[in-house]
């Protein structure tokens, strides 16, 4: 896949060794028009360089880039609507950065069925109907991780977003697609039927666990999304009735993530997956290195069989299926 970078000296160096196939740099908006009419898979853009090339986005998905941390992110995805991609300057040096970029040149040329884990991820699936045996999953959860040397802090930032993640699939999506009529608190149990349960999924790739949590509503959008973390990302942060929960659940899976992928199927599916990079010592910050959003129509699925990959609690996922991810 040919690839576009309209980025600053040491960004384009990077991404002109991270990228597997052939790169075309360019050095103003002329050039990009002219090179996206000629053709190109990806482009990758600084994102001080974005209201540059607002407007000739339609040819090209466009990947952000950016120097800081997680509000910087947050904001560059409000002030450009059509942006969905922002990956940090410190990953396209980072030894995961030929990887990502592949994972995600795959995704954007095989569609939503293709998941962001390499093929020697390891790691376990299982379906969810109860919250009450929530709690029993997170605890094999960390005994999983805890047995492959993954430092506590880290297994603890995995199990708060697996936490979130979940509560939100069994407590919120169903609301929000107006499954239940009202919103469920969180103190009380909740069971689903089996054709609406969620899936988590964990592990470890490439030295970094994560976690992926599916569910079958596919309610989730961008404009709620962005909304909720606008409002952390300001300190506006106030309990949101409408969820049942606080908003703030989702800005600390943002800022746990090391990266972060969300594919929203309206209607079908709602699939996030969080890469949680090991943090040894004292230190618990943790830079955002990559945000993918995607949310295609229904019919980007292209008659897509399955929902789900695990049938069964104890099904293994390198047994099952060797790449899973959410991207």
């Not at 109860?130 to 930032?157: D, K, Y």
């Not at 988590?200 to 790739?205: A, T, V």
């Not at 969300?262 to 990079?277: E, F, H, N």
């Not at 229904?298 to 991207?327: C, K, N, P, W």
């Amino acid at each position: 896949m040919r690839s576009l970078v309209y980025a600053r000296e040491p960004n384009a160096t990077a991404l002109s060794k991270a990228l597997s196939g052939p790169v075309t740099r360019v050095k103003n908006r002329k050039e990009f028009l002219n090179a996206t009419l000629r053709g190109a898979g990806i482009a990758f853009v600084d994102v001080e360089l974005l209201g540059q090339v607002e407007g000739e986005t339609s040819n090209v998905p466009i990947v952000g880039i950016v120097d800081d941390s997680l509000p910087t992110t947050i904001k560059a995805l409000g002030a450009y609507p059509w942006l969905s991609h922002l990956v940090a300057s410190s990953l396209l040096t980072s030894p995961f950065a030929k990887a990502h970029l592949k994972m995600f040149e795959d995704r954007i040329a095989e569609g939503p069925e293709h998941v962001f884990l390499g093929p020697d991820a390891i790691g376990r699936v299982a379906l969810l109907t109860s919250s009450n045996r929530r709690e029993h999953r997170f605890e094999r959860m960390r005994e999983f991780f805890g047995s492959r040397g993954i430092s506590t802090r880290t297994v603890t930032a995995i199990s708060d977003v697996a936490e979130e993640l979940v509560t939100n699939a069994l407590y919120d999506a169903p609301v929000e697609a107006k499954y239940f009529k009202a919103p469920v608190p969180r103190t009380e149990d909740v069971e689903l039927p089996p054709a609406h349960a969620c899936e988590i999924s964990y592990g470890i790739d490439h030295g970094s666990g994560f976690v992926r949590v599916r569910d079958p509503f596919g309610a989730l959008t961008r404009v709620r999304l962005l909304g909720v973390l606008n409002r952390c990302n300001s300190n506006a942060v106030a309990l949101d009735e409408s969820r049942g929960g606080a908003g703030l659940g989702l800005w600390r899976v943002f800022s746990s993530a090391s990266t972060i992928a969300i594919t929203v199927i309206p209607g079908r599916l709602t699939d996030i997956l969080v890469r949680v990079q090991s943090r040894k010592g004292k230190s618990v910050s943790r830079q955002t290195l990559g945000v993918h959003l995607f949310f295609p129509d229904v019919q980007a699925l292209d008659g897509a069989q399955g929902r789900f990959a695990a049938d069964h609690d104890y099904d293994l996922m390198d047994e099952s299926f060797t790449s899973i991810h959410a991207a």
